[in-house]
């Protein structure tokens, strides 16, 4: 896959979730899924939006991501902070931080020489050898997953 097309799989998984956010009722966006709401979900995606173009630079330049050093169980600790990190619960302007946020990720990837894409630099994350593809393939899982959770959610919603 090209780096553009990849790109173009990480704009559709961000658009979908913003879609997936945007059908639901008002009181459904602070509502609990498992043990985050909507809006801690969408805050989380817009930090790890950003985190994704510091740790990609740090894998480019050889250095393991700082979020991957000591992230607590599941990325628990780099979460709590992030979602503390943008507390508004106003929908649309986190679903407007969450756009910009992914535009800011998309503009940084397409500076990415393609000869780096999939390029071994060496970090590694346990057995996992870190790349600029593995890490967006993981955070496009990420949107995949986060949408399918508020997507449960609304069909489970009484009336």
């Known amino acids: 896959m090209t780096i553009e097309a990849q790109i173009a799989r990480l704009d559709r998984s961000v658009e979908d979730f913003i879609r997936a956010v945007c059908t639901l009722e008002d009181r459904s966006f602070t509502s609990m899924i498992n043990r985050w709401s909507v809006r801690d979900i969408v805050a989380h995606l817009v930090g790890w939006n950003r985190y994704i173009i510091e740790g990609s630079e ?41 756009r910009a946020s992914a535009a800011e990720l998309m503009d940084f990837l397409r500076s990415v020489d393609a000869g780096d894409w999939d390029r071994d630099f060496g970090v590694r994350h346990g057995e996992e050898t870190l790349t600029i593809r593995g890490t967006i393939d993981d955070l496009i899982a990420d949107y995949v997953h986060h949408r399918q959770q508020i997507t449960d959610q609304a069909a489970a919603a009484p009336g």
């Open 58 to 98: 740090q894998i480019l330049g050889g250095e393991l991501p700082w979020y991957d050093v000591d992230p607590g169980e599941n990325y628990s600790k780099i979460n709590a902070v992030v979602i503390r990190q943008y507390p508004s619960v106003n929908r649309t302007e986190l679903v407007d931080e969450l």
